[in-house]
């Protein structure tokens, strides 16, 4: 593994909301192909069917239950308010699985993989999204499963700030992540507020992301402690995104929540690596709630222009937004669940 930085860039301006910055990018290496597993999702569905690059995985398991006359009935994965999956990589002889942020619940990520057949001790590293309780609350229940092993854990510094949601309705802590726990779990914290490299340039940690679109404010909601008072912390600056680049295919970009804005995430993946072709964008789009939603059209239009080929919306994205997103595009669009595998190589 090379977990070797790339320089940061800083936009001189603010950019236009569908400019594809092209100049000065750095070549993210074409792989083979991309499988990305949802291991926590808000949604589930055992009747969805597989399609295109999408393949279900719909897992049920008999337990006891004295109320069916068979004397059994069938838990099948779990849907919970998070996001997680795993990624993996096929680069020539080589295989890398990436672990993309945790789910909510200590136990929720390890009962699918328990489900699915999935081994946590084949993770080869954890990145995280950011911060935020629903994608890191899984963290304890994985380390239980590793026996020891140790592994890299890669997100932003500002993930262990201290923080809580201001709403109309009144405070909301957040729960922070622990840098104690975690070096007592034998996890391997990088803190990288800039882009990285990984696995000898075949995925890129986008760190920080450029904010230039006009209509993407981040978590308006959201306050950090500074060691004396609470303070507005919008920017959600700790929010990052993975990107690869799959052979004769483009970019498949995975965001967490998106607080960054989505279009903000795709215009900056594009902008770092120079690739202007978008095989697939998916997870949170954080376009649900009132406060979010005139962004949606907006949201639409951006995708008119930067052309996704495929378009899943996961975890906060929304119902609204989702029903958009499916209507303005119905040949691009795919459903997400727990469950479900995008599977893209260079021949899809």
Same mark, same amino acid.
Not at 126 to 132: A, D, K, N, Y
Not at 251 to 260: E, F, P
Not at 280 to 300: C, E, Q, T, Y
């Given at each position: 593994?090379?977990?070797?930085?790339?320089?940061?860039?800083?936009?001189?301006?603010?950019?236009?909301?569908?400019?594809?910055?092209?100049?000065?990018?750095?070549?993210?290496?074409?792989?083979?192909?991309?499988?990305?597993?949802?291991?926590?999702?808000?949604?589930?569905?055992?009747?969805?069917?597989?399609?295109?690059?999408?393949?279900?995985?719909?897992?049920?398991?008999?337990?006891?239950?004295?109320?069916?006359?068979?004397?059994?009935?069938?838990?099948?994965?779990?849907?919970?308010?998070?996001?997680?999956?795993?990624?993996?990589?096929?680069?020539?002889?080589?295989?890398?699985?990436?672990?993309?942020?945790?789910?909510?619940?200590?136990?929720?990520?390890?009962?699918?993989?328990?489900? /699915?057949? %999935? #081994?946590?001790?084949?993770?080869? $590293?954890?990145?995280?999204?950011? +911060?935020?309780?629903?994608? &890191? @609350?899984?963290?304890?229940?994985?380390?239980?499963?590793?026996?020891?092993?140790?592994?890299?854990?890669?997100?932003?510094?500002?993930?262990?700030?201290?923080?809580?949601?201001?709403?109309?309705?009144?405070?909301?802590?957040?729960?922070?992540?622990?840098?104690?726990?975690?070096?007592?779990?034998?996890?391997?914290?990088?803190?990288?507020?800039?882009?990285?490299?990984?696995?000898?340039?075949?995925?890129?940690?986008?760190?920080?992301?450029?904010?230039?679109?006009?209509?993407?404010?981040?978590?308006?909601?959201?306050?950090?402690?500074?060691?004396?008072?609470?303070?507005?912390?919008? /920017?959600? %600056? #700790?929010?990052?995104?993975?990107? $690869?680049?799959?052979?004769?295919? +483009?970019?498949?970009?995975? &965001? @967490?929540?998106?607080?960054?804005?989505?279009?903000?995430?795709?215009?900056?993946?594009?902008?770092?690596?120079?690739?202007?072709?978008?095989?697939?964008?998916?997870?949170?789009?954080?376009?649900?709630?009132?406060?979010?939603?005139?962004?949606?059209?907006?949201?639409?239009?951006?995708?008119?222009?930067?052309?996704?080929?495929?378009?899943?919306?996961?975890?906060?994205?929304?119902?609204?937004?989702?029903?958009?997103?499916?209507?303005?595009?119905?040949?691009?669009?795919?459903?997400?669940?727990?469950?479900?595998?995008?599977?893209?190589?260079?021949?899809?």
């Amino acid at each position: 593994m090379c977990d070797d930085t790339i320089e940061h860039h800083h936009s001189s301006s603010q950019e236009s909301t569908y400019q594809r910055p092209l100049d000065k990018g750095i070549a993210l290496r074409g792989v083979d192909g991309v499988r990305v597993f949802t291991l926590v999702d808000n949604y589930g569905d055992m009747f969805a069917p597989s399609e295109d690059v999408i393949k279900r995985h719909h897992i049920i398991h008999p337990v006891p239950a004295e109320s069916t006359l068979e004397g059994y009935t069938h838990i099948p994965l779990r849907a919970e308010h998070g996001y997680s999956a795993l990624v993996t990589i096929d680069d020539g002889p080589h295989t890398y699985r990436i672990l993309f942020d945790t789910g909510i619940s200590p136990d929720g990520l390890v009962h699918n993989m328990s489900l /699915l057949d %999935l #081994d946590p001790r084949d993770i080869d $590293i954890i990145v995280l999204s950011h +911060g935020h309780f629903d994608h &890191t @609350g899984g963290l304890v229940g994985l380390v239980e499963k590793l026996g020891g092993k140790s592994l890299p854990l890669i997100l932003h510094p500002d993930s262990f700030n201290v923080r809580r949601l201001n709403t109309k309705e009144g405070i909301i802590p957040i729960p922070t992540p622990s840098r104690s726990y975690l070096a007592a779990s034998m996890i391997d914290v990088i803190e990288e507020p800039q882009p990285s490299y990984l696995f000898n340039g075949a995925l890129l940690v986008t760190g920080e992301i450029q904010r230039t679109t006009p209509f993407e404010h981040g978590f308006p909601v959201q306050e950090r402690f500074d060691g004396q008072d609470w303070i507005g912390d919008a /920017l959600v %600056l #700790d929010d990052q995104a993975m990107v $690869i680049n799959i052979k004769n295919q +483009g970019l498949v970009v995975i &965001t @967490g929540c998106g607080h960054a804005g989505i279009i903000n995430t795709l215009n900056y993946a594009t902008y770092l690596t120079g690739e202007s072709n978008i095989a697939a964008v998916i997870g949170g789009f954080h376009l649900s709630g009132a406060d979010f939603a005139p962004n949606i059209p907006k949201v639409i239009e951006a995708f008119e222009v930067l052309k996704p080929k495929r378009i899943l919306p996961a975890h906060c994205t929304g119902m609204s937004a989702t029903i958009a997103i499916a209507k303005a595009f119905p040949e691009r669009f795919f459903a997400n669940t727990v469950g479900s595998e995008m599977i893209i190589n260079a021949s899809s």
